[in-house]
């Protein structure tokens, strides 16, 4: 197991899957795709067909998702 500083249990630190940025003075935001958490500068929002309302929402996908093909 990594050694994971638990000095401030109240907030826990995320790590960005694609950089390994690490961070815990900010919202961690998930892929929709991978559900993995990203930073900001490997996250974009894409529109995307919500399939059950008919309706283009936006989504935060992450770049590996990006350059995935769809499945
Ligand atoms: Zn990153
Ligand atoms: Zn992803």
Redesign the pocket.
């Given at each position: 197991m990594p050694d994971m500083c638990s000095d401030n249990p109240e907030k826990s630190p995320w790590m960005c899957h694609v950089c390994s940025h690490t961070s815990n003075d900010s919202e961690p935001i998930a892929?929709s795709?991978?559900y993995?958490v990203?930073c900001a500068l490997h996250l974009a929002h894409k529109t995307v067909l919500n399939e059950e309302s008919g309706l283009y929402e936006l989504q935060p996908?992450?770049v590996?998702?990006q350059i995935k093909p769809h499945l």
């Open positions: 892929c795709v991978c993995k990203t996908i992450c590996e998702c």
